[in-house]
């Protein structure tokens, strides 16, 4: 019984303990802000599982154990590098950014959620495919090169001429910073899980696709049925009417819940995060 005692003595905090486990315990939490609605969340969650049985080992002297996670941890890192590249990279990108239209004034807000919202309902109306990406706190500029840059200020007739019919930039996504139009005709990474709904189309795919890996709110407008959808965080809203899409747009997020016209269907069939 001492054996064990002393075997678990260094779990014992002292004043320094709490408050390095406060420090990682925030870090934890803005990585997981970043990761979650992605599908490193999985990849994580299984970490999180070999630590679990690497502190388990170490209490009751598994020392086997013990030593292969040891060592699969030290060649972990190199790993996890890999894998996780495309997070890391927005995670990083996403330093010294800030949430689309801070530091602007109300009006200055409801000026482009305005703007945004009428050219929306117009393409709905018409029927003509449109998607549009809205920067927050993860930057997009590593979506850029692939489209067409611009610097233009946000407004209903300009993102109804991007997403004229047959014009270049008509396939692409248009993405919005602030209260600027950066670029149009971006192509945008298409989801990388399955998706049960045959409905949507490529469009949607890339909508789901850009959620997952950032917190861009990225709105999309079916070129078949006009119908508005909102992708955020792998989630997808269908049936987007304008008082809705005002209400996203201001509060930067879906609704709460996966209780919406439909959502995302990540792999295994259930709801995305």
Excluded: C
């Excluded at 004043?15 to 979650?36: H, M």
């Excluded at 990083?92 to 482009?112: D, H, I, K, P």
């Excluded at 990474?189 to 709904?197: A, E, G, R, S």
Aim: proline share 4%; net charge negative; no cysteine.
């Amino acid at each position: 019984m001492g054996a064990l005692i002393d075997r678990i003595a260094f779990l014992a905090p002292g004043w320094r303990d709490v408050v390095e486990v406060l420090i990682v315990a925030v870090v934890i939490y803005r990585i997981l802000l970043v990761f979650v609605g992605t599908r490193a969340i999985q990849m994580l969650l299984g970490f999180f599982s070999l630590v679990l049985v690497y502190v388990v080992s170490r209490i009751l002297g598994l020392t086997l154990i013990e030593y292969l996670l040891t060592t699969l941890f030290n060649f972990g890192v190199i790993a996890a590098l890999i894998v996780f590249q495309p997070e890391l990279r927005s995670a990083l990108a996403s330093l010294g950014q800030n949430r689309v239209f801070r530091g602007f004034s109300r009006m200055q807000v409801r000026e482009v959620v305005e703007e945004i919202t009428e050219a929306v309902e117009d393409l709905s109306r018409g029927k003509v495919g449109a998607i549009v990406a809205i920067e927050r706190e993860i930057g997009l500029g590593e979506y850029l090169e692939t489209g067409t840059p611009l610097q233009a200020r946000v407004s209903a007739p300009l993102l109804q001429n991007i997403f004229t019919p047959y014009s270049l930039l008509h396939d692409g996504a248009a993405i919005v910073r602030g209260d600027e139009i950066i670029a149009a005709g971006v192509i945008l990474p298409l989801t990388q899980f399955p998706v049960t709904d045959r409905t949507l189309g490529t469009r949607h795919r890339a909508a789901l696709g850009l959620s997952e890996e950032t917190d861009a709110l990225v709105i999309v407008v079916s070129e078949e049925t006009g119908i508005v959808s909102v992708a955020h965080r792998g989630r997808l809203q269908r049936g987007v009417n304008p008082a809705d899409l005002q209400h996203i747009l201001e509060a930067g997020e879906l609704p709460g819940g996966a209780n919406g016209a439909a959502s995302a269907v990540a792999a295994g069939g259930s709801p995305a995060p």
